[in-house]
């Protein structure tokens, strides 16, 4: 039987103040020197993702990295930046228990920042 354990995260576009919706979101394994892809995803009106990317027998202890695709992001909001300064943004983590892990991302085109959220 799965456990309870589950990866979920929301982007805040914090120029606007606002969720990211519309974000490319990608999950990727870290094996030593190589990710193996697990998963695409595209945030909706609130900023999320509309399942957990990882949950029942899909989660697993190990290193995981998010993808976040922001530079695509704002150049799609035509925010006047010219050169992107952030492209995509990757967060490797690593998962050690069978618990609930959020990892959120509050973002503009020139900086980030993220935590271990709940």
Do not use: C, W
């Amino acid at each position: 039987m799965a456990g309870s354990g589950r990866l979920t995260t929301h982007v805040l576009d914090t120029m606007h103040g606002t969720p990211a919706r519309g974000m490319r979101i990608e999950l990727h394994y870290v094996h030593g020197d190589h990710t193996h892809h697990i998963a695409d995803s595209y945030t909706n009106a609130d900023g999320r993702v509309d399942q957990p990317l990882l949950e029942g027998e899909q989660f697993q202890m190990g290193e995981f990295e998010i993808r976040f695709h922001v530079g695509q992001f704002f150049e799609r909001l035509d925010v006047g930046v010219e050169n992107p300064f952030l492209n995509v943004v990757p967060i490797r983590f690593t998962i050690s228990e069978d618990k609930h892990y959020h990892v959120p991302l509050l973002v503009s085109p020139f900086a980030y920042s993220t935590y271990r959220g709940s």
